[in-house]
């Protein structure tokens, strides 16, 4: 057998891998959350045990002052950086803890996208497909039409 045969197959396993344990990664939850259930809600988490030690002083100062909470959810801060927000939600009565980097904040502008790109990045991300996929167009019709009649 063909030596590039052998190598392009050993390289399709660990490629494989790769794509398929990516996605294992993408979920935002929470390194303190020990035990918790995924919920019908995009990243939010029905808390069933905390570790304490994994806490910062301010989520450890919420955790004595009003217990675990119900629910934790993620969301991004509605700002240029695009922070990561975990959100402790107390059903009774209604409390909405907010944090920032583990420091406790007591009013911040949520959003629901979660990515990490702002308005200006995601425009010119768009744009940028755009422009490549009309190149790449160009290209092929120039093929198409010109090229195969030589």
């Given at each position: 057998?063909?030596?590039?045969?052998?190598?392009?197959?050993?390289?399709?396993?660990?490629?494989?891998?790769?794509?398929?344990?990516?996605?294992v990664g993408c979920?935002?939850?929470?390194?303190?959350?020990?035990?918790?259930?995924?919920?019908?809600?995009?990243?939010?988490?029905?808390?069933?045990?905390?570790?304490?030690?994994?806490?910062?002083?301010?989520?450890?100062?919420?955790?004595?002052?009003?217990?675990?909470?119900?629910?934790?959810?993620?969301?991004r801060r509605l700002?240029?950086?695009?922070?990561?927000?975990?959100?402790?939600?107390?059903?009774?009565?209604?409390?909405?803890?907010?944090?920032?980097?583990?420091?406790?904040?007591?009013?911040?502008?949520?959003?629901?996208?979660?990515?990490?790109?702002?308005?200006?990045?995601?425009?010119?991300?768009?744009?940028?497909?755009?422009?490549?996929?009309?190149?790449?167009?160009?290209?092929?019709?120039?093929?198409?039409?010109?090229?195969?009649?030589?």
């Amino acid at each position: 057998m063909n030596l590039f045969f052998q190598f392009r197959t050993l390289c399709v396993y660990p490629l494989l891998a790769a794509f398929l344990l990516s996605s294992v990664g993408c979920s935002y939850r929470p390194a303190y959350l020990q035990e918790a259930k995924k919920t019908e809600v995009s990243e939010r988490w029905k808390v069933q045990k905390i570790d304490p030690n994994r806490l910062s002083a301010d989520e450890k100062a919420a955790l004595e002052q009003f217990g675990t909470p119900e629910y934790v959810r993620f969301y991004r801060r509605l700002s240029q950086k695009r922070e990561q927000v975990y959100a402790w939600i107390y059903p009774d009565p209604v409390r909405f803890v907010t944090f920032i980097d583990g420091k406790k904040i007591d009013y911040v502008v949520l959003d629901d996208d979660l990515t990490s790109l702002n308005e200006r990045e995601r425009n010119l991300r768009f744009w940028s497909l755009v422009i490549a996929g009309s190149v790449a167009t160009v290209g092929l019709l120039y093929y198409a039409v010109v090229a195969k009649k030589k």
